[in-house]
């Protein structure tokens, strides 16, 4: 292996590590320890294939270098990871994109609900949900991670689109007619005011209404 096709092996080793959010590339030299320990959120771990298979590869130059292959990948995506982007760029973790908004509601309140604080914009026609807005980069891979880690697909973007509101999640005709029957919409023209205001069928909540009933 040339030393041009070995640093093109280092910047492909950063390219995958920055894609899936992590910060940090690991080589223990030792298949056990390797399989046995348990990467950190921002942490990538090297194996081979001679480890899992009858087979020679990695050659004995590109094994025995490993280590330094793994130390040279961690040091490049250090390399400005606390330095500013300096042209104004902000990176944004983004975690789903609809072209039906009720779609991207739900998806908000999801990834809300695991704990991070997130957003809605619009932009080329779809409703995007988006966490954070960082100058650093680094900062935008270490929250891709764990948005990740809480089970979300994401992926960091720069775009940036028109912020929208979210709108409450709205409850099932079955749930607003037993709250109708309960009391809590009123009486009337009132109930009926009430529940068109809110967005409901008032029609299709008194028919169900008279079901239960």
């Known amino acids: 292996m040339t030393d041009a096709v070995y640093q093109s092996l280092i910047k492909l080793c950063v390219d995958i590590c920055r894609r899936n959010g992590k910060n940090k590339l690991l080589w223990f030299g030792d298949k056990d320890k390797t399989l046995a320990y348990e990467p950190k959120a921002g942490e990538m771990v090297l194996t ?6 009858n087979k020679a590869c990695p050659g004995d130059w590109l094994y025995s270098r ?7 990948v961690t040091a490049q995506l250090s390399s400005g990871a606390s330095t500013p982007s ?7 973790v983004q975690a789903g994109a609809f072209k039906n908004k009720e779609n991207a509601d739900r998806q908000l309140e999801k990834i809300k ?3 991070f604080d997130t957003y809605m ?3 080329g026609g779809y409703y995007k949900i988006q966490v954070g807005a960082y100058s650093v980069k680094a900062n ?12 979300f697909d994401a992926f960091i973007t720069t775009e940036q689109g028109q912020a929208v509101s979210s709108t409450p999640a709205k409850k099932s005709i079955d749930e607003i007619a037993r709250e109708v029957i309960r009391g809590d919409w009123g009486n009337g023209r009132d109930r009926k005011n009430r529940l068109t205001a809110a967005g409901y069928d008032y029609d299709a909540v008194q028919a169900r209404v008279n079901q239960l009933l």
């Open 121 to 123: 914009v619009q932009a």
């Open 86 to 92: 300096t042209d104004g760029t902000l990176y944004r």
């Open 113 to 115: 609900a695991a704990g």
């Open 140 to 151: 935008a891979e270490n929250m891709l991670a764990k948005v990740k880690a809480a089970g």
């Open 48 to 53: 081979v294939h001679r480890w899992f298979a």
């Open 66 to 72: 490993l280590g330094d292959l793994a130390a040279k």
